[in-house]
């Protein structure tokens, strides 16, 4: 067998070649303890040589025709040359002089942007920001020498973001890395790789770009308007309420998601599709209450795989799901368990189909 498994297992596009099978799959279910516990396992083989979709042991549907996820289009992250280190990059510390007496560095940062470099690179220092960075020009990349933020001082009153993507070529591609901006806005119709960093609280405006993401986190993320968005590790989490995700018409594919706290993750609205693969749900504050979901969608489409830990806490309600106003909910019935974890094999809803 190409593949053998015995727990939670999701496939989808898996080719194979040279074995007898593509898939051993085996469903354990134990029950009782002691001397009553009682083990049993159902064996399903796919031949293959190809899989187009393994749902798993237990596809949960409330809505439209249980077939399968949403199976989004999935896109790999683009990739920006490293270009020459001597003509093609700049340290912003050499516009140091532009700093302000206050630490403000908002117009050494903009002058070193505006500069005419591809790649901006920010030694470890304390970058305050008092007011808002306009990324364009000829910049293809920000690159942070360490962990640093782009961030507003401490009781600085503001309600724009510190920078925003507002570059007006649809064909500009900008990756920021290892660098985290407290306050970002997508702006432009060009597209947007952010790798090792993060950019909360990130909002975007109509007709913005397409935003690629690894290997990211922070809080909240805002997309309020619609928006190819691919992420792949994705660790967004807050305290409180929640949602820290909330998509509006956005279209998000994200392979491994994972968060904690008691707040609900994510939330998609108005024609949203979203497709969440492998994600791990870990609640550690108590006093859930029990109509706070982990998803919620709203007529929107949504297909989940994930798993859960509920060593201390866990919500009641995992998956709120709206249509026209008809509410449908799905709970700890619908996952499977091992004592205190539990796993949702894939959720989905296709309520325009």
């Known amino acids: 067998f190409a593949i053998r498994s015995e727990g939670g297992l999701y496939l989808r596009n898996v080719k194979t070649g040279g074995y007898r099978a593509a898939l051993?799959?085996?469903?354990?279910?134990?029950?009782?303890?002691?001397?009553?516990?009682?083990?049993?396992?159902?064996?399903?083989?796919?031949?293959?040589?190809?899989?187009?979709?393994f749902a798993?042991?237990?596809?949960?549907?409330?809505?439209?025709?249980?077939?399968?996820?949403?199976?989004?289009?999935?896109?790999?992250?683009?990739?920006?040359?490293?270009?020459?280190?001597?003509?093609?990059?700049?340290?912003?510390?050499?516009?140091?002089?532009?700093k302000k007496e206050s630490g403000d560095w908002t117009a050494a940062i903009q002058a070193a942007i505006d500069s005419g470099a591809k790649t901006l690179y920010f030694p470890r220092d304390n970058y305050l920001v008092h007011g808002t960075i306009h990324l364009r020009g000829e910049v293809e990349r920000l690159f942070g020498m360490g962990k640093l933020s782009l961030n507003r001082p401490k009781d600085f009153a503001s309600d724009e973001p510190v920078m925003i993507y507002d570059d007006p070529r649809a064909d500009k591609l900008v990756a920021i890395e290892r660098l985290s901006v407290e306050g970002f806005?997508?702006?432009?119709?060009?597209?947007?790789v952010l790798k090792h960093g993060v950019l909360t609280p990130y909002s975007n405006a109509q007709g913005c770009g397409k935003l690629f993401m690894e290997n990211t986190s922070g809080h909240p993320w805002n997309f309020n308007h619609p928006q190819q968005v691919w992420v792949r590790q994705w660790n967004p989490e807050a305290h409180g309420p929640g949602p820290?995700?909330?998509?509006?018409?956005?279209?998000?594919?994200?392979?491994?998601?994972?968060?904690?706290?008691?707040?609900?993750?994510?939330?998609?609205?108005?024609?949203?599709?979203?497709?969440?693969?492998?994600?791990?749900?870990?609640?550690?504050?108590?006093?859930?209450?029990?109509?706070?979901?982990?998803?919620?969608?709203?007529?929107?489409?949504?297909?989940?795989?994930?798993?859960?830990?509920?060593?201390?806490?866990?919500?009641?309600?995992?998956?709120?799901?709206?249509?026209?106003?008809?509410?449908?909910?799905?709970?700890?019935?619908?996952?499977?368990?091992?004592?205190?974890?539990?796993?949702?094999?894939?959720?989905?809803?296709?309520?325009?189909?």
């Open 185 to 192: 806005r997508h702006a432009s119709p060009g597209t947007l």
């Open 244 to 353: 820290v995700i909330t998509s509006r018409g956005a279209t998000i594919w994200a392979l491994g998601f994972k968060t904690e706290y008691e707040s609900s993750k994510l939330w998609a609205l108005d024609d949203a599709q979203t497709e969440v693969l492998g994600a791990f749900i870990y609640p550690v504050k108590k006093g859930i209450p029990k109509d706070r979901p982990i998803f919620k969608n709203v007529d929107s489409q949504m297909a989940v795989v994930y798993g859960t830990s509920v060593y201390v806490a866990n919500h009641e309600t995992h998956i709120i799901d709206i249509e026209d106003g008809k509410e449908l909910r799905a709970d700890n019935s619908h996952l499977r368990w091992s004592g205190s974890r539990a796993r949702m094999d894939l959720y989905t809803s296709h309520p325009f189909e």
């Open 56 to 98: 798993g042991d237990q596809l949960v549907c409330l809505r439209g025709e249980a077939k399968g996820s949403l199976k989004l289009p999935v896109q790999e992250t683009p990739e920006i040359p490293w270009g020459d280190i001597k003509a093609d990059w700049v340290n912003v510390q050499e516009f140091a002089h532009l």
């Open 24 to 53: 051993e799959k085996s469903d354990v279910k134990v029950e009782g303890r002691g001397a009553d516990r009682r083990v049993s396992k159902l064996t399903n083989v796919i031949d293959g040589p190809h899989i187009d979709e």
